[in-house]
């Protein structure tokens, strides 16, 4: 079954502004789908109009085998939703916010046990009765994602998830999602972050002023961005002729360059890792290892350098 069915999708805002425009796309269910695209692109306005919270001006949409907007209310318990900007009570205690969330979305039975649970989840445990005005954004995200997972959603909808976070938080969170994923939930999440793509999504979209490209594994994107060839830079504190020759022996290698250790490797999915294990297998202390350029690299170049 297709968790998401979008066919000619479009949105105008007062007329003039075509914000989606003829959208089509499918996401069956336990996909982890990305929708990918620079700000202003559209995204929000879809994850709207799956929600219900504004109407199509043209197309057809079916959640979880219902019609959108029409049979919305059938599957709202269904689906969780994480905004860009979770909106919480400042003044209430995490615990309470979830309490008054449970509430509103009809979580009465065992209401105390599954918000136990989900601060778990979360990794926010320790941090129930601190005042949500306290919570740093990352923590405030988490918490935004276990009030979306109250209703246990088959399919959860996140806006920008990693937007405004730094590294560790954004691993964080990231690495949460992934999880609800591995059991079992779809996701459908918007971002414009191609890391979060590459870490988490199975499948992904590219969007741009409101159109929405075909559909592609991340596998065949991430290569298609990346082109054939990568360079590794890597900072091996006792490089030696023995970790060379094991560098030497990964298969692709085409050339390494000693000063400054940069490796051209032919692209393909895992490269990294192998490097590093044979130069760890080499007895090499490995202090780093980047990809040059990163990923965001070259899919801005990719995109010609536009942002927009
Ligand atoms: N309520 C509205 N009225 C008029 N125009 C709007 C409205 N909401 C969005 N737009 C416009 O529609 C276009 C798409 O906006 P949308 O928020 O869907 O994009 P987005 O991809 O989510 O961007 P972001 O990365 O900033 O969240 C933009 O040009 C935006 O200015
Ligand atoms: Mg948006």
């Known amino acids: 079954m297709n968790a998401i069915e979008v066919q000619g999708l479009t949105k105008r805002y007062k007329k003039s502004v075509v914000a989606v425009e003829d959208a089509s796309f499918t996401v069956p269910q336990g996909t982890a789908f990305g929708l990918l695209g620079p700000i202003g692109a559209g995204k929000s306005s879809i994850i709207n109009m799956l929600l219900n919270f504004i109407r199509p001006s043209a197309g057809t949409i ?19 939703y994480l905004p860009e900007r979770p909106g919480f009570y400042g003044n209430f205690s995490a615990e309470r916010n979830l309490r008054f969330f449970a509430n509103l979305s009809d979580v009465r039975e065992e209401r105390e046990e599954k918000i136990k649970k989900l601060f778990k989840l979360a990794g926010l445990e320790g941090k129930e009765t601190t005042l949500v005005r306290a919570y740093s954004l990352g923590d405030r995200k988490r918490l935004g994602i276990a009030a979306a997972m109250l209703n246990e959603p088959e399919l959860l909808i996140l806006d920008e998830p990693s937007t405004g976070l730094d590294p560790q938080g954004r691993r964080d969170i990231m690495a949460l999602i992934h999880e609800l994923n591995v059991h079992d939930v779809t996701l459908f999440l918007a971002t414009h972050n ?14 741009r002023a409101g159109h929405v490209a075909a559909p592609t594994t991340t596998k065949d994107f991430v290569a298609d961005v990346r082109g054939k060839t990568v360079q590794l830079e890597a900072d091996i504190a006792n490089i030696n002729e023995r970790i060379l020759q094991a560098i030497r022996s990964v298969k692709g290698v085409k050339s390494i360059q000693c000063e400054g250790l940069k490796i051209s490797l032919e692209y393909r999915p895992g490269i990294n890792e192998d490097v590093n294990y044979v130069i760890t297998r080499a007895g090499g202390r490995l202090r780093s290892l980047h990809e040059s350029p990163s990923l965001e690299e070259a899919y801005v170049r990719k995109m010609g350098g536009r942002t927009r």
């Open 62 to 80: 079916k959640t979880l085998d219902r019609e959108i907007p029409a049979q919305f209310h059938e599957v709202r318990h269904r689906i969780g």
């Open 194 to 207: 191609v890391r979060d793509i590459a870490e988490i999504c199975d499948v992904v979209a590219t969007m």
